[in-house]
């Protein structure tokens, strides 16, 4: 039914699908350790860090992977997850369970060739958020987009593919918000997307906030956008995390609030 996923030959995708592989004590212990030093360096400020969890698309649409290929009840990533939720000073949002239930009702909520949510899917995760720390959520609706031809089509070289409007969706603002955003000078552009600060004078919260994040926070900066007085998107999580303790120590103006986003 045109659904294309990453395949093994991707950092291992299928054997961590199927737990045909764990991670070691020490990429275990890492993970900790980068996530309770930033996170607490903020609770030092009164700064709550949150971490929003992008879920890969055979997370949420098992029934579309190829026969015979069951994913383990177990995930890969509540390895890592079962140790974060145990860290005080982080706040964990797995989105996973949100939008299986979605899916139900709200049509697609990932691109068929891509690996990332879709504008709704995206929505869907930034409310989960939003209701957990009980932050005002943008008025949005959607409407069906043209069809999109999503990085998968490129890798896996596929050509005349099938496109079908339906994994597509367009946001409908009620009242249109209005941002300006300007780019971080001499900051390498990566699947985060660009380094910038954006400033919102309509914002529906006078919040400041910090994002770092990876190829999933693309989805959701419209709607960080939309919410918070000024966000500050640093850069992606690889090259950036851990900086961040030393970055948030230094800086003059502290944020409100340090958002990570990882798949």
């Known amino acids: 039914e045109d659904w294309l996923f990453l395949g093994n030959a991707h950092d291992n995708i299928v054997a961590k699908l199927k737990l045909a592989i764990k ?24 700064i709550p860090t949150v971490l929003i969890i992008g879920p890969n698309k055979s997370s949420i649409y098992p029934e579309y992977l190829p026969d015979g290929l069951i994913p383990s009840e177990i995930k890969y990533s509540s390895l890592f997850l079962n140790i974060l939720r145990g860290l005080p000073s982080l706040i964990v949002y ?4 949100d939008l299986v239930e979605a899916k139900r009702t709200e049509g697609i909520l990932y691109w068929k060739t891509d690996t990332h949510w879709n504008n709704k899917g995206a929505f869907l995760a930034y409310a989960g958020f ?22 998968l089509l490129e890798t896996a070289k596929l050509k005349d593919f099938q496109l079908n409007s339906e994994d597509n969706w367009d946001i409908v603002w009620k009242e249109k918000p209005e941002w300006t955003e300007q780019e971080t000078p001499n900051e390498k552009k990566t699947t985060f997307g660009a380094s910038s600060i954006v400033n919102n004078e309509k914002s529906l919260t006078e919040r400041y906030v ?32 851990k900086d961040l303790p030393g970055e948030l120590n230094k800086a003059d103006r502290k944020p409100d609030l340090i958002v990570v986003v990882r798949v």
């Open 23 to 46: 991670p070691s004590e020490a990429q275990l212990n890492e993970v900790k350790e980068s996530f309770s030093k930033f996170s607490e360096a903020g609770a030092k400020f009164g």
């Open 210 to 241: 910090w994002v770092v994040g990876d190829s999933f926070t693309p989805g959701l900066r419209p709607y960080f956008n939309a919410s918070f007085r000024e966000v500050r998107y640093i850069g992606h999580w690889v090259q950036k995390l």
């Open 130 to 151: 939003s209701k957990q720390l009980k932050l005002p959520i943008p008025d949005v609706d959607f409407k069906q987009g043209s069809t999109y031809s999503g990085h």
């Open 94 to 97: 797995d989105p996973t369970a």
